[in-house]
């Protein structure tokens, strides 16, 4: 998705923490506030080096099974540690992204999507329309959508289909979401993290 900006992907690893590690974030049950499951997790991409994968400048992912909490009737597909994360920084509260595989067998092309969705994140990227559809990206060729039709003060991927719910940065991105606009290109190329 990020090529038709000029990014390519460098070297993938994979690492498998330990099995108590494992066991012990496959479900993220706290996301927010100091010392949270999620923090703590982010901080165990320090270890990286040690588990045989090169950590230096590194994005990490940290693939879970579930993160519990969000909007009533959503599921957290992901959380970035932050926008942008610390680029070349590992070991730290805000080192990583997480991305729940709760739904990866039945629609794997979905797990790229919030893979690149939030790698946006921590390289620098907003959401082009929150869910209420009143606050944008400052990017001023990324689309904007309003348009709540059905009344239920969210802008859904149904609703804004033409008009921004096809930017991968979109706040709920559907499985047509593959758009990043010039604009956005400019922001990733320019993070650290990027070569």
Request: hydrophobic share 35%; glycine share 14%; proline share 4%.
């Amino acid at each position: 998705m990020y090529a038709q900006r000029g990014i390519e992907l460098g070297s993938v690893n994979y690492c498998d923490l330990a099995s108590g590690d494992r066991d012990r974030y496959a479900v993220i049950d706290i996301v927010e506030g100091a010392n949270s499951e999620l923090d703590q997790m982010f901080a165990l991409s320090g270890q990286a080096e040690a588990l045989g994968c090169n950590g230096d400048r590194a994005l990490n992912f940290f693939l879970t099974q579930e993160i519990v909490g969000g909007r009533a009737g959503y599921i957290i597909l992901g959380v970035s540690g932050g926008i942008p994360g610390p680029p070349g920084l590992q070991g730290t509260t805000h080192s990583g992204v997480a991305v729940t595989m709760s739904g990866f067998r039945r629609k794997p092309k979905q797990l790229a999507q919030t893979m690149a969705h939030e790698g946006g994140h921590y390289l620098g990227l907003f959401h082009t329309t929150e869910a209420e559809g009143t606050a944008f990206d400052p990017l001023p060729d990324t689309p904007q959508c309003t348009s709540d039709q059905d009344r239920d003060g969210v802008v859904g991927y149904s609703e804004c289909g033409g008009s921004g719910a096809e930017n991968l940065m979109f706040w709920a991105a559907g499985d047509n979401a593959r758009d990043v606009t010039n604009d956005q290109g400019f922001v990733v190329l320019r993070n650290p993290a990027v070569k």
